[in-house]
């Protein structure tokens, strides 16, 4: 009996010790999702991993190839899919500890869409900043630094830069600096001396004109202009010797200036050959009144100074109206008297130049007045106007358009044409209507030149009768790089969906198919019999036929038949 219970007991024992041994099972993980589920392989992606058991252990693979992964908490991961991943679907999975969570998840990779290229590509250069600094004083001498970028989307090559000035002479350099090749997106400054030949004395401005001239890579010429509006500030401008010097502001001190605090255009945007009004608000940010306010658009001079009265008055006409000329009236208008911080709206009539390519173009904008002295001031400023050449389209049938029936498909002759007078680049149309289906509905126009046509064959479903209204919309982007759309729409109509009735003369058909055709009955030998007695009494004996009419039954003759010829009467 001992010897049984010592037997028991150690083959006890030593189950104990084999369970030991072997591994206790650790806690499954779950993954329940990934976030994004479609990623672009451009660039690199960080998608998250939702589930559950997480640990800092966990890492997760991509069609079992690990990523770089990082660990936010037992419900969070965080996985970096690299770039250049090749476009297909890849399987998401976890390792825990060396071993796989439950669940797995589908991610999508894209390559990105290739956008439209633009027709062509030309340089462009656009001012940031321009400092006079030195001995700004009438007989100083002064450098003017300009900072500008080319932000066209090709090099520029052979630039260079012209300086021209009513107020400063330019020295050294005779007013021409040479650039050379600037690169897109190059920044470059360019730095001119000159020597102030003007009386200065109370001005606040000087007025200088940068004209640069380059190439492209294939020859082409290009000319830009700019105004450049040189603050004299820093200390007290005197007309005769001595340096600039701060000073302080002596109590009491009145001046007038005008400035234009905010402007608009009545068209937007504008595109050559545009008439527009330009509105502008003028405010005197000064402490002393300005008289007698003459405003002159384009940029110019007035006569006279010091309160004594000289030959010629106001000159308008030196302006540059290449670009924006004045209409309906001289761009030189009298405003009247504005007090010290008050406003007035002004209003300048103008034209878009037709000849006026894309681009964003200075005006300047002088104000003549005379202050509490009687003497002859003149504000002179410079605001920007931008210029689009838009793409106009005509949308169309390029044919009238087979019937449309409710329920059923019918093709629709779409037609898309520049009727613009450049070049343009066109994205994507789309057909779109609220009354039914439409298939084939999509697709890129690309570039047209000007009288090019492209053409769309889209299947329209229509939902119910009547009049039917089409949304043709058109994506392109601007001369500015902003993404515009064209909105068209066309008009369709739907016809009652038309059904064949089975003969059925119960159903009012009258012996005659939905068609309308002829119905023929077949001709018995009773029929026959009776047609021949018929023509002996000298009836019509042809066999009746029904055709649609009137509502009513209408016996119409096939084919008549003679009466037949009966033998004459004898002796038997």
Known sequence: ??????????????????????????????????????????????????????????????????????????????????VGLAAGSYTITVNVGGSPANGFAVLTVLAPTPTAPLPFARPQFAVYTSKLTGNIRTGGDVTLKVVMENVGQSTAYNTQAVFTSSDLLATKTGGIAVIGTVA??????????????????????????????????????????????LPVSGGTVSSGGGSVAPTATPTGVKSSQLVITGYSSSVDPLQPGEQFALNMTVQNVGNANAQRITMIVGGGSSGG???????????????????????????????????????????????????????????????????????????????????????????????????????????????????GKRFAVLGDVRVTTEGGFIENGTSLVGPLDAGGFFTLD???????????????????????????????????????????????????GNGMDGGGEVVVEEETTLHKIFRFIKGLLGLDSAWPVWQPGGGGEVETPVEPVPAPVLPAPGKG
């Not at 329920?407 to 037609?415: A, S």
């Open 184 to 229: 897109y997106d190059q920044e470059v400054e360019v730095s001119q001396t000159f020597y102030v030949s003007a009386q200065i004395s109370g001005r606040s401005v000087l007025v200088a004109d940068m004209t640069l001239t380059y190439y492209d890579s294939n020859g082409t010429s290009y000319t830009d202009k700019f105004t450049l509006s």
């Open 458 to 508: 889209a299947m329209f479903t229509p939902d119910q009768p009547g009049t039917l209204t089409l949304n043709v919309t058109i994506d392109y982007v601007d001369d500015f790089n902003q993404p515009r759309t064209l909105e068209k729409t066309l008009e369709v109509e739907v016809m009652e969906q038309v059904v064949d009735p089975s003969l059925d003369p119960s159903t009012g």
């Open 1 to 82: 009996m001992k010897r049984a219970f010592f037997r028991i007991l150690s083959l006890a024992l030593l189950a104990a010790l084999m369970m030991a041994g072997l591994p206790s099972p650790a806690y499954a993980a779950d993954l329940f999702s990934i976030s994004p589920a479609t990623i672009v392989n451009n660039v690199n992606n960080t998608i998250t991993v939702s589930g559950a058991g997480f640990d800092a252990t966990a890492v997760a693979l991509l069609d079992g190839s690990p990523l770089s992964t990082t660990f936010v908490d037992a419900n969070t991961l965080q996985a970096l899919v690299p």
């Open 305 to 419: 100074g010091g309160g004594t009265a000289v030959p010629g008055g106001i000159s308008g006409g030196s302006g540059d109206f290449s670009n924006f000329a004045p209409v309906s009236a001289s761009n030189v208008q009298s405003l009247g008297d504005l007090k010290a911080g008050e406003k007035i709206q002004a209003v300048q009539n103008l034209v878009v130049n037709v000849s006026t390519n894309p681009g964003a173009y200075p005006l300047r904008v002088t104000f003549s007045y005379l202050n509490d002295k009687n003497e002859v001031i003149s504000d002179e400023q410079v605001i920007t106007l931008l210029v689009y050449s838009l793409p106009n389209v005509n949308v169309s049938f390029y044919r009238p358009p087979d019937p449309f029936f409710a329920g059923q498909p019918g093709m629709l002759p779409i037609q898309i044409v520049n009727i």
